[in-house]
């Protein structure tokens, strides 16, 4: 039997990757390979920016109304095809297709605030600046950009880049995850469809050889990227030093800080739904939860009573609600937590068969010097740290290195607005626990959840993906023209 081989798309079409080295692509519900990524030689990433670099004359000089149509079409194609991509999405990745859909959904939003860029790419007029002298200041793209994307959200992830940075007239080099790469195909012909140029969106499919080419490569003018910490430092430090932009989003230990007036109910579903979702498998999702004095006495019990009635399971299972870790690597690694707290809910019995599963786990009384705290575990265990006091609480949410995400929740008004003013982190939520902004904000963390200037899609995401160009114009009378040695006066 031939594995299915996982191709790259260059220049508007499928091409057979002509590589030597293999990648497993699994299913993760049965812990068999389904399919394999022929990784990207750096021959055929320079193929690709090639592409992207012959494309991108073209589109810049298309007009606003043209690549805005262009985003509403493919929003319409996305739409229309949402079970498809949350089809092939789940059974790479191993989430549930309502919480795969949930992903696409998300990711059509951000195809929705580029489609308006005829507004958002305004630039500045002063007229008059100085007698004759007019000064206005425009927003031009940055040329063939590229974008690195993580496993856990292979549809959603691309839309936060791509989008924008097409919009604004820039060409587009992804490489996605090697894990679950194939939604990133059905993409770029879902593009294609919607009338993009041919060669304006590339996908590379491989490892650190394609990443380390697109940041070698001289007419790649920016990257984006979103995964580890490590990761996003090295790639944030190599791409400034070949000259690029760059914006890095990196790993974080979320925490929900809950105050002993909150509602233990709501604050048990949310911190249940926050750290179990996707499981656990997203940097903002909840995995620490702060007890402040005696709220943990009753939530905890909340939180494990609810543990018990997740049903967990693979993708083509209708009844499931939390599926597969992405490899079994990833699966052992986070269960090994599991060996170093106060255990209250044990997931690793969960599911008796194959595949990568690890049912929803809960630790109390974790300590903060514990790797349980310490580390990003980006799977399904939630630590519950007790503290005393809310100064104590919001002490460990800014002495953490990552800032990324943090919740409080709460009835009084007056803490929550002394909490979402005191939180050193980029997104706070008050009495909601993934405060991932809508799309007309930006996302992105503090500290070392990010590297670079910008946050990701959004207004900011519209501008990284530009630069601004000012100009001055006179348009003189000629009768009045006359040589000036002097510095340029404006009164």
């Known amino acids: 039997m031939l594995m299915l081989s996982v191709k790259h798309w260059i220049g508007g079409s499928l091409v057979d990757g002509a590589g030597d080295r293999r990648l497993p692509v699994y299913d993760p519900a049965t812990g068999e390979t389904q399919a394999e990524v022929v990784a990207a030689t750096a021959d055929e990433v320079r193929a690709a920016v090639r592409a992207a670099l012959d494309a991108q004359p073209g589109w810049r000089a298309a007009s606003l109304s043209r690549r805005a149509e262009v985003m509403f079409r493919f929003r319409d194609l996305v739409?229309?095809?949402r079970k498809e991509i949350a089809?092939?999405?789940?059974?790479?990745?191993?989430?549930?297709?309502?919480?795969?859909?949930?992903?696409?959904?998300?990711?059509?939003?951000?195809?929705?605030?580029?489609?308006?860029?005829?507004?958002?790419?305004?630039g500045g007029y002063s007229e008059q600046a100085a007698t004759g002298v007019d000064v206005y200041s425009i927003r031009q793209p940055l040329g063939v950009v590229a974008g690195i994307t993580p496993f856990n959200f292979p549809a959603m992830v691309p839309m936060w880049m791509f989008c924008n940075a097409l919009v604004a007239g820039n060409t587009f080099v992804l490489k996605p995850s090697e894990k679950d790469p194939s939604v990133s195909l059905l993409l770029a012909d879902l593009l294609r469809r919607a009338g993009l140029p041919d060669g304006a969106f590339n996908?590379?499919?491989?490892?650190?050889?394609?990443?380390?080419?697109?940041?070698?490569?001289p007419d790649v003018r920016a990257l984006s990227f979103v995964g580890s910490t490590p990761v996003a430092r090295a790639i944030y430090e190599a791409g400034t030093r070949a000259g690029k932009r760059v914006q890095a989003l990196g790993g974080a230990k979320n925490h929900m800080v809950v105050l002993p007036d909150a509602d233990v109910d709501a604050a048990a579903d949310a911190a249940v739904s926050a750290g179990f979702g996707s499981a656990g498998e997203?940097?903002?999702?909840?995995?620490?939860?702060?007890?402040?004095?005696?709220?943990?006495?009753?939530?905890?019990p909340a939180i494990a009573s609810r543990l018990g009635k997740i049903r967990v399971g693979p993708a083509s299972d209708p009844d499931s609600e939390m599926g597969p870790l992405i490899t079994r690597e990833h699966r052992d690694r986070v269960a090994s937590y599991l060996e170093l707290g106060e255990v209250v809910v044990d997931g690793r019995a969960a599911v008796d068969g194959p595949g990568f599963f690890l049912g929803p786990s809960l630790v109390d009384n974790v300590d903060t010097a514990s790797p349980?705290?310490?580390d990003e575990i980006f799977g399904p265990v939630l630590s519950v740290v007790r503290v005393d006091t809310y100064d104590e609480a919001l002490k460990?949410?800014?002495?953490?290195?990552?800032?990324?995400?943090?919740?409080?929740f709460t009835?009084?008004?007056?803490?929550?607005?002394?909490?979402?003013?005191?939180?050193?982190?980029?997104?706070?939520?008050?009495?909601?626990?993934?405060?991932?902004?809508?799309?007309?904000?930006?996302?992105?963390?503090?500290?070392?959840?990010?590297?670079?200037?910008?946050h990701m899609y959004g207004p900011e995401g519209l501008q990284f993906y530009t630069r601004t160009k000012v100009v001055t114009s006179r348009w003189p009378d000629p009768a009045t023209s006359e040589v000036d040695l002097g510095f340029p006066k404006v009164r």
């Open 282 to 300: 997203r940097c903002m999702a909840v995995s620490v939860v702060v007890a402040v004095g005696s709220a943990g006495d009753a939530l905890v």
């Open 87 to 122: 089809s092939l999405l789940s059974s790479e990745h191993g989430k549930t297709v309502a919480d795969a859909g949930g992903e696409v959904a998300r990711g059509l939003e951000n195809v929705e605030f580029a489609a308006g860029a005829p507004h958002l790419l305004k």
């Open 79 to 81: 739409d229309a095809n």
């Open 396 to 408: 460990l949410v800014n002495d953490n290195p990552y800032g990324n995400g943090t919740a409080i």
């Open 372 to 374: 349980l705290y310490t």
């Open 203 to 217: 996908v590379v499919q491989g490892d650190k050889v394609a990443v380390d080419a697109l940041i070698a490569d």
């Open 411 to 454: 009835r009084d008004g007056g803490a929550a607005r002394r909490f979402q003013y005191d939180a050193v982190c980029g997104m706070v939520g008050v009495n909601v626990p993934i405060p991932v902004p809508v799309a007309y904000y930006s996302f992105g963390g503090w500290k070392a959840s990010l590297f670079g200037d910008l």
